[in-house]
């Protein structure tokens, strides 16, 4: 193989298979001198894939975890499971990944083949998830589309049908996608109305990238998640809750979201949670599952609940029945 280019992708193909290849096999394998693989090593190494080497009889070469992640080689049946994976992911609200799965699955289907694209859509199809809870489903490619105008710059068309049922079609320049409680948000700038919306994702269908690019503008706030968080304080009719929660404010932070929940430590274990809720019974399911003492201050609608869910649990767990 005298391709440089065509032999070094080989070459790192096999390292990428976990195990310790000796000089010899790679060199028989790619049809070159041990001395050639040597050099390839070292062209693998200054672009920066950590490839270490060990002398010996059973000595060789294994790609090794280094200080950042380096362009990985997938075959077909590794990159339809990892696209089928993501946009699980991405649809069915794994909390912490869901932004980041968007962004990884706008990328993989960005470079996917067509008949790999076919493979990932034919077993979209024909599996259905087992979905818990009660929070609004969004298509993750939609999704993807609406990543990739973010990334790209580029700008959006897509319908959308308002809380009141109104459809309207919209024309956006899209600012970013937000995940906040059980749902996904696009923040933009509609053009039409020449001021900065929010959407729910679920709310809008058809999305389209134009292929037109814009300059990014300011945004009115720190950020897209306070964006979204300021619009929703002011736009749902949800009560204030708080609470004192008997563990460290970094590992409640992982169960309440940014976009609706402030939580401010008080000490080293303890941390006061301020948030806002449409659904009282959800909350108290998310207290609940804390694994941790609590007080809740307020609404007092939500200290009645958990004491009726206290009552009940008190009843179905008598001996007596």
Not at 60 to 84: F, K, N
Not at 135 to 153: C, Q, S
């Amino acid at each position: 193989m005298t391709d440089t280019p065509a032999r070094l992708l080989n070459l790192l193909s096999l390292l990428q298979t976990p195990r310790e290849w000796p000089g010899s096999e790679l060199a028989e394998r790619l049809g070159v001198s041990p001395r050639t693989i040597r050099r390839d090593i070292d062209r693998l190494r200054d672009l920066g894939y950590p490839v270490q080497a060990t002398m010996g009889a059973v000595g060789g070469y294994r790609l090794v975890a280094g200080t950042a992640m380096p362009p990985l080689l997938l075959d077909d049946d590794e990159a339809v499971a990892i696209a089928v994976g993501l946009r699980a992911a991405a649809g069915h609200a794994v909390v912490g990944i869901e932004e980041a799965s968007v962004r990884a699955l706008g990328k993989l289907l960005q470079v996917l083949p067509g008949r790999l694209r076919h493979r990932v859509g034919a077993l979209n199809t024909a599996t259905v998830p087992l979905l818990t809870g009660d929070g609004p489903t969004v298509d993750p490619d939609d999704l993807t589309v609406l990543a990739g105008a973010v990334t790209n710059r580029e700008r959006l068309r897509f319908a959308y049908r308002a809380g009141d049922g109104a459809e309207t079609r919209r024309n956006v320049e899209p600012e970013r996608l937000v995940s906040a409680g059980r749902r996904w948000y696009l923040v933009g700038y509609d053009l039409d109305r020449d001021d900065w919306r929010l959407f729910r994702v679920d709310r809008l269908s058809e999305p389209r990238a134009t292929g037109a690019h814009f300059t990014p503008r300011p945004l009115p706030a720190e950020d897209a998640a306070a964006y979204v968080a300021g619009k929703l304080r002011r736009q749902s009719p949800a009560r204030a809750v708080v609470a004192t929660v008997h563990a460290p404010a970094a590992s409640v932070r992982r169960h309440f979201d940014r976009g609706d929940s402030e939580i401010e430590p008080i000490d080293e274990h303890r941390c006061r949670l301020r948030s806002r809720t449409d659904s009282l019974e959800w909350t108290a399911v998310r207290l609940l599952t804390l694994d941790c003492e609590f007080e809740v201050h307020e609404p007092p609608e939500l200290i009645t609940h958990l004491r009726a869910l206290a009552a009940r649990a008190d009843r179905a767990t008598r001996a007596d029945g």
